[in-house]
């Protein structure tokens, strides 16, 4: 783990992985001098970006910063739920183009996928690709299969995909690679709500399929 200086106001804390973007970014968040010292946390696919408040100089975000051996802890130990904490629940209705190819991928039936998308709740690590795309990890082991050899040229918003350790729903009609196993009516991007996003960094998400 690598802390670099990152403008007059940031330090870039750089790890090894998106499982430990998860625990630094909810270390800091969580640490007693975070609301007097950190701006924002902006988690990334292998970088969490600390942003000083306004006149705090950036070497005092080294006291929020963890160690790796706090980080290894909060890897080594399950998430427990915040109190007041709601999942988001996302409907899906699991019609997607892909869903043999994943089935045949994964060695699972159709509704083995779906099972396995559905029985494990799901971490937004970070955003990214599209305003609204969140990158969701934690899910069941057996769904991690490659992306597609050829990116679609456009795929529908709503759509549910996975591609390695992630799932993720595209917000807007975009090319892209992920294997498609379903579909979402709920707006996952929304200018005229506050935040625009429905997924933050650190939120809990569990798939619910409709038919």
């Known amino acids: 783990m690598r802390l670099l200086r990152y403008g007059d106001r940031g330090l870039l804390v750089e790890v090894a992985d998106t499982a430990a973007v998860v625990a630094v970014a909810e270390l ?3 640490h007693p001098l975070a609301a007097e010292l950190v701006a924002d946390v902006v988690p990334g696919a292998r970088t969490v970006l600390l942003v000083a408040r306004p006149g705090v100089p950036v070497a005092r975000l080294s006291d929020v910063a963890p160690d790796e051996r706090a980080v290894a802890g909060a890897m080594a130990q ?5 109190r007041g904490e709601n999942p988001t629940r996302i409907p899906v209705r699991y019609d997607g183009p892909d869903l043999a190819a994943v089935a ?5 039936s159709e509704r083995g996928v779906v099972a396995a998308h559905t029985g494990t709740p799901w971490r ?3 955003g990214g690709f599209a305003p609204g ?3 969701l990890v934690g899910g069941d082991p057996r769904l991690r299969v490659p992306r597609r050899d050829e990116p679609r040229t456009r795929v529908p918003s709503g759509s549910v995909g996975l591609a390695g350790e992630f ?3 595209y ?3 975009s090319p892209g690679g992920w294997q498609l196993i379903g579909h979402t009516d709920l707006p996952l991007w929304d200018l005229d709500r506050d935040p625009p996003a429905l997924l933050g960094a650190g939120a809990t998400v569990v ?3 409709v038919r």
């Open 28 to 30: 800091v968040r969580s």
């Open 78 to 82: 399950p998430r427990r739920q915040v």
């Open 104 to 108: 045949a991928l994964t060695g699972l």
């Open 124 to 126: 937004v690590a970070f």
């Open 133 to 135: 795309f969140a990158y």
């Open 167 to 169: 799932s993720g729903v």
């Open 171 to 173: 917000p807007r009609p």
């Open 207 to 209: 798939f619910v399929e």
